[in-house]
Protein backbone atom coordinates (compact mmCIF):
# COMPACT_ATOMS: atom_id res chain seq x y z
CA UNK A 1 0.00 0.00 0.00
CA UNK A 2 1.47 3.17 -0.94
CA UNK A 3 2.34 6.11 1.37
CA UNK A 4 0.03 9.17 0.16
CA UNK A 5 1.65 13.08 0.18
CA UNK A 6 -1.50 14.84 2.06
CA UNK A 7 0.46 18.09 1.43
CA UNK A 8 1.06 17.70 -2.29
CA UNK A 9 -2.74 16.75 -2.54
CA UNK A 10 -3.27 20.38 -0.89
CA UNK A 11 -0.90 21.98 -2.74
CA UNK A 12 1.14 23.07 0.13
CA UNK A 13 4.28 22.47 1.98
CA UNK A 14 5.35 20.71 5.09
CA UNK A 15 5.58 24.12 6.89
CA UNK A 16 2.41 25.37 5.73
CA UNK A 17 0.60 27.33 8.82
CA UNK A 18 -2.96 26.17 9.70
CA UNK A 19 -4.35 28.91 8.26
CA UNK A 20 -2.68 27.95 4.94
CA UNK A 21 -3.95 24.64 4.62
CA UNK A 22 -7.15 25.43 6.06
CA UNK A 23 -7.43 28.27 2.92
CA UNK A 24 -6.07 25.85 0.16
CA UNK A 25 -8.86 23.17 1.90
CA UNK A 26 -11.70 25.10 1.04
CA UNK A 27 -10.29 26.71 -2.59
CA UNK A 28 -10.10 22.69 -3.64
CA UNK A 29 -13.21 21.63 -2.15
CA UNK A 30 -15.22 24.20 -3.33
CA UNK A 31 -13.77 23.67 -7.00
CA UNK A 32 -13.93 19.78 -6.48
CA UNK A 33 -17.30 19.57 -4.86
CA UNK A 34 -19.37 16.54 -5.79
CA UNK A 35 -22.35 19.15 -6.69
CA UNK A 36 -20.82 21.45 -8.61
CA UNK A 37 -19.42 18.64 -10.57
CA UNK A 38 -22.27 16.19 -11.38
CA UNK A 39 -21.33 13.17 -12.78
CA UNK A 40 -18.01 13.58 -12.58
CA UNK A 41 -16.49 10.67 -10.65
CA UNK A 42 -12.49 12.00 -11.12
CA UNK A 43 -13.60 15.22 -9.25
CA UNK A 44 -15.56 13.02 -7.12
CA UNK A 45 -12.46 11.11 -6.31
CA UNK A 46 -10.18 14.18 -5.70
CA UNK A 47 -12.80 15.15 -3.57
CA UNK A 48 -12.80 12.77 -0.85
CA UNK A 49 -8.60 12.93 -1.17
CA UNK A 50 -9.10 16.45 -0.36
CA UNK A 51 -11.26 15.55 2.48
CA UNK A 52 -8.77 13.14 3.60
CA UNK A 53 -6.00 15.42 3.54
CA UNK A 54 -7.45 17.93 6.03
CA UNK A 55 -9.01 15.56 8.06
CA UNK A 56 -4.97 14.35 8.68
CA UNK A 57 -3.24 17.88 8.48
CA UNK A 58 -5.95 20.04 10.14
CA UNK A 59 -6.11 17.58 13.36
CA UNK A 60 -2.28 18.90 15.09
CA UNK A 61 -1.88 14.76 16.55
CA UNK A 62 -2.62 12.88 12.98
CA UNK A 63 -0.19 15.58 11.94
CA UNK A 64 2.43 15.50 14.73
CA UNK A 65 1.73 11.32 13.46
CA UNK A 66 1.86 11.78 10.01
CA UNK A 67 4.92 13.89 9.89
CA UNK A 68 7.02 11.59 12.09
CA UNK A 69 6.64 8.84 10.14
CA UNK A 70 6.37 9.54 7.20
CA UNK A 71 6.95 6.73 4.85
CA UNK A 72 8.01 4.46 7.38
CA UNK A 73 4.41 4.77 8.38
CA UNK A 74 3.63 1.09 8.20
CA UNK A 75 6.31 0.14 11.11
CA UNK A 76 5.70 3.26 12.97
CA UNK A 77 3.11 1.92 15.99
CA UNK A 78 5.63 -1.84 15.49
CA UNK A 79 8.93 0.79 16.28
CA UNK A 80 6.93 2.80 18.63
CA UNK A 81 6.05 -0.42 20.68
CA UNK A 82 9.64 -1.70 20.66
CA UNK A 83 10.66 2.09 22.09
CA UNK A 84 8.24 2.11 24.94
CA UNK A 85 9.71 -1.26 25.69
CA UNK A 86 13.49 -0.42 25.32
CA UNK A 87 12.59 2.72 27.75
CA UNK A 88 11.13 0.83 30.42
CA UNK A 89 14.28 -1.43 30.22
CA UNK A 90 16.66 2.04 30.46
CA UNK A 91 17.45 1.19 26.86
CA UNK A 92 17.47 5.24 26.40
CA UNK A 93 15.29 7.76 25.54
CA UNK A 94 12.27 6.79 21.90
CA UNK A 95 13.99 8.61 19.15
CA UNK A 96 11.24 8.37 16.34
CA UNK A 97 11.89 8.04 13.19
CA UNK A 98 12.83 11.36 10.87
CA UNK A 99 12.10 11.18 7.51
CA UNK A 100 9.07 13.60 6.82
CA UNK A 101 6.07 13.40 4.73
CA UNK A 102 7.95 11.98 1.87
CA UNK A 103 8.17 13.55 -1.88
CA UNK A 104 7.35 12.29 -5.59
CA UNK A 105 4.29 9.96 -4.56
CA UNK A 106 1.67 9.90 -7.12
CA UNK A 107 -0.47 7.08 -5.80
CA UNK A 108 -3.36 8.52 -3.91
CA UNK A 109 -4.48 5.12 -2.45
CA UNK A 110 -7.93 3.41 -3.36
CA UNK A 111 -11.01 5.07 -1.93
CA UNK A 112 -13.80 2.62 -1.62
CA UNK A 113 -16.92 3.10 -0.28
CA UNK A 114 -16.03 4.75 2.39
CA UNK A 115 -14.89 8.14 3.24
CA UNK A 116 -11.40 7.18 3.91
CA UNK A 117 -8.50 5.46 1.90
CA UNK A 118 -7.01 2.08 2.87
CA UNK A 119 -3.25 4.38 4.16
CA UNK A 120 -5.67 6.31 6.68
CA UNK A 121 -7.49 3.43 7.98
CA UNK A 122 -4.09 1.28 8.41
CA UNK A 123 -2.08 4.42 9.80
CA UNK A 124 -4.68 6.04 11.92
CA UNK A 125 -7.65 3.30 12.07
CA UNK A 126 -11.62 3.96 12.01
CA UNK A 127 -13.17 6.87 9.53
CA UNK A 128 -12.36 9.56 10.67
CA UNK A 129 -15.34 10.40 12.92
CA UNK A 130 -17.57 13.26 13.70
CA UNK A 131 -14.84 15.78 12.38
CA UNK A 132 -14.64 13.86 8.84
CA UNK A 133 -18.19 13.49 8.66
CA UNK A 134 -18.92 17.40 9.72
CA UNK A 135 -16.50 18.44 6.74
CA UNK A 136 -18.44 16.71 4.32
CA UNK A 137 -21.26 18.62 5.18
CA UNK A 138 -19.47 21.68 5.29
CA UNK A 139 -21.25 25.34 3.50
CA UNK A 140 -19.77 26.61 0.24
CA UNK A 141 -20.60 29.66 -0.91
CA UNK A 142 -21.65 29.63 -5.09
CA UNK A 143 -19.61 30.72 -7.92
CA UNK A 144 -19.22 34.10 -8.86
CA UNK A 145 -20.86 34.91 -12.13
CA UNK A 146 -19.81 37.38 -14.50
CA UNK A 147 -21.68 39.51 -17.30
CA UNK A 148 -20.86 42.24 -20.15
CA UNK A 149 -23.63 44.51 -20.50
CA UNK A 150 -23.86 46.56 -23.70
CA UNK A 151 -24.93 50.03 -23.80
CA UNK A 152 -25.10 53.27 -25.62
CA UNK A 153 -24.41 56.79 -24.49
CA UNK A 154 -27.96 57.81 -25.00
CA UNK A 155 -28.01 54.62 -22.07
CA UNK A 156 -26.16 56.36 -20.25
CA UNK A 157 -27.98 59.50 -19.80
CA UNK A 158 -30.78 58.05 -17.48
CA UNK A 159 -31.36 55.95 -14.67
CA UNK A 160 -33.25 52.68 -16.50
CA UNK A 161 -34.35 48.57 -15.93
CA UNK A 162 -32.69 46.24 -18.09
CA UNK A 163 -32.98 42.57 -18.46
CA UNK A 164 -30.48 40.31 -19.30
CA UNK A 165 -29.76 36.58 -19.42
CA UNK A 166 -27.41 34.88 -17.43
CA UNK A 167 -26.86 31.22 -17.54
CA UNK A 168 -30.63 31.03 -18.62
CA UNK A 169 -32.15 33.19 -15.91
CA UNK A 170 -33.64 36.46 -16.77
CA UNK A 171 -32.17 39.27 -13.96
CA UNK A 172 -33.47 42.56 -14.33
CA UNK A 173 -31.32 45.00 -13.10
CA UNK A 174 -31.24 48.94 -12.77
CA UNK A 175 -28.84 50.39 -14.05
CA UNK A 176 -27.80 53.68 -12.76
CA UNK A 177 -27.10 57.10 -15.19
CA UNK A 178 -23.77 57.72 -15.73
CA UNK A 179 -21.86 54.63 -15.65
CA UNK A 180 -18.70 54.59 -17.22
CA UNK A 181 -16.97 52.55 -20.09
CA UNK A 182 -15.61 49.28 -18.87
CA UNK A 183 -16.72 49.87 -15.05
CA UNK A 184 -18.26 46.69 -13.06
CA UNK A 185 -21.13 46.76 -10.17
CA UNK A 186 -21.89 43.49 -8.41
CA UNK A 187 -25.34 42.00 -7.75
CA UNK A 188 -25.21 40.66 -4.74
CA UNK A 189 -27.06 36.69 -4.65
CA UNK A 190 -27.35 36.60 -8.41
CA UNK A 191 -24.29 33.94 -9.06
CA UNK A 192 -23.74 30.24 -8.73
CA UNK A 193 -25.97 28.73 -5.85
CA UNK A 194 -24.48 27.66 -2.82
CA UNK A 195 -24.20 24.27 -1.50
CA UNK A 196 -24.95 22.47 1.06
CA UNK A 197 -27.30 25.44 2.26
CA UNK A 198 -23.85 27.85 1.63
CA UNK A 199 -24.85 31.84 0.19
CA UNK A 200 -25.14 31.82 -3.66
CA UNK A 201 -22.16 33.77 -5.33
CA UNK A 202 -22.68 37.19 -6.49
CA UNK A 203 -22.94 38.76 -10.13
CA UNK A 204 -20.51 40.96 -11.82
CA UNK A 205 -21.24 42.66 -14.75
CA UNK A 206 -18.99 44.62 -16.74
CA UNK A 207 -20.61 47.66 -18.67
CA UNK A 208 -19.25 48.55 -22.09
CA UNK A 209 -20.44 51.88 -23.42
CA UNK A 210 -20.34 52.00 -27.43
CA UNK A 211 -18.33 55.25 -28.88
CA UNK A 212 -20.93 57.61 -29.82
CA UNK A 213 -20.81 59.60 -33.48
CA UNK A 214 -21.72 62.76 -32.32
CA UNK A 215 -20.27 63.31 -28.14
CA UNK A 216 -16.62 62.38 -27.13
CA UNK A 217 -17.07 61.91 -23.59
CA UNK A 218 -14.73 62.50 -20.13
CA UNK A 219 -15.76 61.55 -17.12
CA UNK A 220 -19.67 63.56 -17.04
CA UNK A 221 -18.82 66.31 -19.57
CA UNK A 222 -19.55 65.98 -23.40
CA UNK A 223 -17.98 67.76 -26.31
CA UNK A 224 -19.50 68.02 -29.70
CA UNK A 225 -18.48 70.28 -32.66
CA UNK A 226 -21.06 72.23 -34.62
CA UNK A 227 -20.98 73.85 -38.17
CA UNK A 228 -21.47 77.52 -38.36
CA UNK A 229 -21.93 79.22 -41.62
CA UNK A 230 -19.95 82.46 -42.22
CA UNK A 231 -22.47 85.32 -41.92
CA UNK A 232 -24.16 83.79 -38.51
CA UNK A 233 -20.42 83.69 -36.88
CA UNK A 234 -20.01 87.47 -38.47
CA UNK A 235 -23.31 88.89 -37.64
CA UNK A 236 -24.77 86.62 -34.95
CA UNK A 237 -27.61 84.51 -34.76
CA UNK A 238 -29.16 81.85 -33.23
CA UNK A 239 -27.68 78.12 -34.01
CA UNK A 240 -29.60 74.81 -33.08
CA UNK A 241 -27.47 72.09 -31.14
CA UNK A 242 -27.76 68.53 -30.75
CA UNK A 243 -27.68 67.07 -27.14
CA UNK A 244 -28.45 63.42 -25.34
CA UNK A 245 -32.06 64.82 -24.31
CA UNK A 246 -32.89 66.65 -27.57
CA UNK A 247 -31.85 70.25 -29.67
CA UNK A 248 -31.68 73.38 -27.88
CA UNK A 249 -30.97 76.78 -29.58
CA UNK A 250 -28.13 78.86 -28.38
CA UNK A 251 -27.48 82.41 -28.97
CA UNK A 252 -24.50 82.98 -31.30
CA UNK A 253 -22.53 86.24 -30.46
CA UNK A 254 -21.42 88.42 -33.52
CA UNK A 255 -17.63 87.98 -34.98
CA UNK A 256 -17.18 84.73 -33.67
CA UNK A 257 -14.12 82.77 -34.42
CA UNK A 258 -13.36 79.85 -36.04
CA UNK A 259 -12.99 77.31 -33.18
CA UNK A 260 -14.31 78.89 -30.14
CA UNK A 261 -16.08 77.12 -27.79
CA UNK A 262 -19.39 77.37 -25.58
CA UNK A 263 -20.38 75.83 -22.61
CA UNK A 264 -23.86 74.32 -22.00
CA UNK A 265 -24.21 73.72 -18.16
CA UNK A 266 -25.51 70.91 -17.24
CA UNK A 267 -26.30 69.60 -20.64
CA UNK A 268 -23.54 66.79 -20.16
CA UNK A 269 -24.19 63.42 -18.33
CA UNK A 270 -25.45 62.80 -15.39
CA UNK A 271 -22.33 62.28 -12.59
CA UNK A 272 -22.79 58.49 -11.50
CA UNK A 273 -24.56 58.04 -8.22
CA UNK A 274 -25.08 61.86 -7.22
CA UNK A 275 -28.28 63.21 -7.67
CA UNK A 276 -29.15 66.22 -9.20
CA UNK A 277 -25.23 66.66 -10.40
CA UNK A 278 -24.49 66.57 -14.39
CA UNK A 279 -21.36 67.45 -16.38
CA UNK A 280 -21.56 70.05 -19.17
CA UNK A 281 -21.73 69.79 -22.87
CA UNK A 282 -19.18 71.69 -24.48
CA UNK A 283 -19.40 72.95 -27.91
CA UNK A 284 -16.93 73.77 -30.57
CA UNK A 285 -17.90 75.78 -33.67
CA UNK A 286 -16.63 74.80 -37.26
CA UNK A 287 -17.43 78.05 -39.34
CA UNK A 288 -18.15 77.13 -42.97
CA UNK A 289 -16.84 79.24 -45.92
CA UNK A 290 -19.35 79.71 -48.53
CA UNK A 291 -19.01 78.51 -52.14
CA UNK A 292 -20.30 79.25 -55.49
CA UNK A 293 -20.28 82.76 -54.86
CA UNK A 294 -22.18 85.15 -56.99
CA UNK A 295 -20.20 87.83 -58.95
CA UNK A 296 -21.97 90.51 -56.73
CA UNK A 297 -21.06 88.43 -53.78
CA UNK A 298 -17.52 88.31 -54.82
CA UNK A 299 -17.54 92.23 -55.44
CA UNK A 300 -18.58 92.69 -51.62
CA UNK A 301 -15.58 90.49 -50.31
CA UNK A 302 -13.60 92.12 -52.00
CA UNK A 303 -14.72 95.45 -50.87
CA UNK A 304 -14.50 93.90 -47.43
CA UNK A 305 -10.70 93.22 -48.11
CA UNK A 306 -9.55 96.89 -48.94
CA UNK A 307 -10.63 97.75 -45.36
Given at each position: ???????????????????????????????????????????????QQINEANEVLSDPEKRKK???????????EEHEQYARQQQQRGGGQY?????????????????????????????????????????????????????????????????????????????????????????????????????????????????????????????????????????????????????????????????????????????????????????????????????????????????????
Amino acid sequence: MAFIDYYKILGVDKNATEKDIKAAYRKLARQYHPDLNPNDPEANKKFQQINEANEVLSDPEKRKKYDKYGENWQHGEEHEQYARQQQQRGGGQYSGFGGGHGQGFEDFGEFGGGDFSDFFQQMFGGGGGARGGSRQQAKYRGQDYNAELQLTLKDVSDTHKQTLTVNGKNIRITIPAGVENGQTIKIAGHGGPGVNGGPAGDLFIQFTVATDPNFKRDGANLYTTTKLDLYTAVLGGEVTIDTLTGKVKIKVHPETQNGATVKLKGKGLPVYKRDGQAGDLLVTYDIQLPTHLTEKEKDLFKELAKK
